[in-house]
């Protein structure tokens, strides 16, 4: 049997059914947005397939037809009329100034006028978008079709500059007013991106743009679902479990850990990243690709300018508003943790319209966490992964001394900054190591301000942990002891072990603890 052909990062339609790499036919919905709507934005992490999207669609708009054998679209579709269209990619470009972003848009109108016609009266970027539409149509007799890919890296790209981003708006607003006012000329718009655009505002007068980025109708457009990854990559998983020495069973539901759960709907079925996992089953083991396709440094700097905690953001509940508008002058770290992909929708209350969020899955968690690490605490970056197997192996091997010195350890040489309230900075540490340890081991714990209640169990020992800030160890056992939470383990069979921990704000550490078995 030949090696099947993974199309890791192959975004070009044509050359990816040309060379036969694998495709996930998602055809039929597109054929349904195509044939029920004119405008549409879609808001989607990075490495989820939206310039593969952009590139399928194209090629229905160019009458590809031969390029649709053996998908749904080549039933459903019976006309395959083709139209001028009108291609941007707007992640080509480093926009560290206005002029950048101008030279960009000028350049994809200037191939345009190389295909349709110039006129030497055009003077803005905008008049020359307005004529180049038109006399497209004009010549062809078709309306024309509009997809831009990454819409919103410029304003990404000025994230730290509030006056660039002005500067930006003020070059993007016109030219994508233009949608507006051609709405005769033009038969489709597609614009797609990472960050939701209900406060970039560039489209505030393109009032009939649909955005679907939580319509259950297209939650499944990017990505892969589990009955998807059945139908077409069995023979796949099935070699994957065999190099793994699992059976199929295992292999999926690992798999499904690490990968699947992203939901972009209050009701649709969870969705794989396609980048991460298509790069499983070619390399044949299981990693994190995540955060090493893209540091998260921005969203480390809103997480300590908020002074937020930890707990609270990754469980967090939101209304669909606050879920999807960035205030880019302003930002609050849950959407655009969300929009980056570090968070998904876990549930949905449609009485209320509020959606629930955690981590969508092990890669994205272990990534994004283990990121943190060394901004919360003394661990040097290059050692995050080493020490949390240490602690890992204390944990397993029973050594409860030797955890809690190597979390004293973490405190040490704390920066001020980072402690200027100790509560909360206390309060993040053990959200980032017990996260950590907790994708190894089976970790169970709430908060409730200054306390964090820990239940940590391995196939040995089932540890019960109580921290106190400013109190004693013994106070803390002594809770333990006095709220019964060692209770429900009395019958489990393995060993229990009760700890009781004081966090002194005067040494900034961990100060003493008592360990009971």
């Known amino acids: 049997m030949s090696p099947r052909l993974y199309p890791i990062g192959i975004q070009n339609f044509e050359s990816l059914r040309k060379d036969g790499y694998l495709y996930i036919d998602k055809t039929a919905l597109i054929h349904q947005m195509v044939t029920t709507g004119n405008y549409y934005i879609l808001s989607r992490p990075r490495r989820f397939g939206k310039s593969l999207l952009i590139s399928t669609v194209e090629a229905y708009f160019q009458g590809k037809k031969e390029l649709f054998e053996g998908l749904a679209m080549a039933s459903l579709e019976k006309e395959w009329l083709e139209h001028p269209i009108f291609h941007m990619d707007l992640n080509l470009a480093h926009y560290s100034k206005r002029e950048v972003l101008e030279h960009s848009l000028s350049h994809y109108i200037e191939g345009w006028e190389d295909q349709w016609g110039k006129d030497e009266r055009d003077e803005t970027i905008s008049d020359r978008f307005v004529r180049v539409i038109r006399r497209a149509y004009e010549r062809t007799g078709r309306k024309v079709v509009i997809l831009v890919d990454e819409y919103d890296k410029p304003m990404i790209h000025a994230l730290r500059d509030q006056a660039l981003r002005a500067e930006f708006r003020s070059v993007l607003k016109p030219f994508y007013r233009v949608l507006e006012t051609m709405d005769d000329y033009i038969r489709f718009v597609l614009i797609t991106g990472v960050t939701e655009f209900g406060r970039i505002n560039v489209f505030d007068d393109l009032h009939q743009i649909e955005d679907i980025t939580l319509d259950d109708r297209y939650a499944e457009i990017c990505g892969f679902t589990e009955q998807e990854i059945q139908a077409n990559l069995e023979a796949s998983l099935r070699e994957f479990a065999l190099k793994q020495d699992w059976n199929y069973e295992k292999t999926c539901h690992e798999l499904g850990l690490w990968y699947d759960g992203y939901h972009f709907s209050g009701h649709s079925a969870g969705v794989y990243n396609p980048f991460g996992f298509l790069i499983v089953l070619s390399h044949q083991r299981i990693e994190s690709n995540w955060c090493a396709t893209g540091t998260p440094s921005y969203l480390v700097e809103l997480l300590k300018r908020w002074d937020c905690n930890l707990y609270d953001l990754f469980h967090a509940r939101v209304h669909a ?101 100790l509560e909360l900075h206390y309060q993040n540490v053990l959200f980032i190591v017990f996260r950590l340890v907790g994708l190894y081991t089976q970790v169970e714990y709430h908060t409730n301000r200054g306390r964090i209640d820990l239940v940590l169990k391995t196939d040995r020992y089932i540890y019960i942990m109580e921290f106190k800030l ?13 709220k019964g939470y060692a209770d429900p383990f009395v019958h489990d069979g393995r060993e229990v072990i009760k700890v009781g921990v004081n966090f002194s704000s005067a040494v900034r550490n961990i100060e003493r603890w008592i360990v009971v078995k």
């Open 470 to 482: 400013d109190g004693t160890a013994e106070e803390a056992l002594r809770q333990i002891e006095e």
């Open 321 to 421: 508003k606050g879920l999807l508008d960035v205030d880019l002058d302003s930002p609050h770290p849950i959407p655009v943790i969300y929009q980056s992909g570090y968070l998904t929708i876990k549930a949905y209350d449609p009485e209320f319209g509020v959606y629930t969020l955690g981590f969508p899955n092990r890669e994205v968690e272990q990534g994004f966490v283990g990121y943190l690490l060394p901004y919360y605490t003394s661990v040097n970056r290059v050692n995050t992964a080493f020490e949390i197997q240490r602690f890992v192996r204390e944990v397993r091997q029973g050594d409860v001394d030797a955890f809690l010195e190597r979390l004293q350890s973490f405190f040490a040489d704390t920066p001020y900054e980072l402690a200027r309230d």
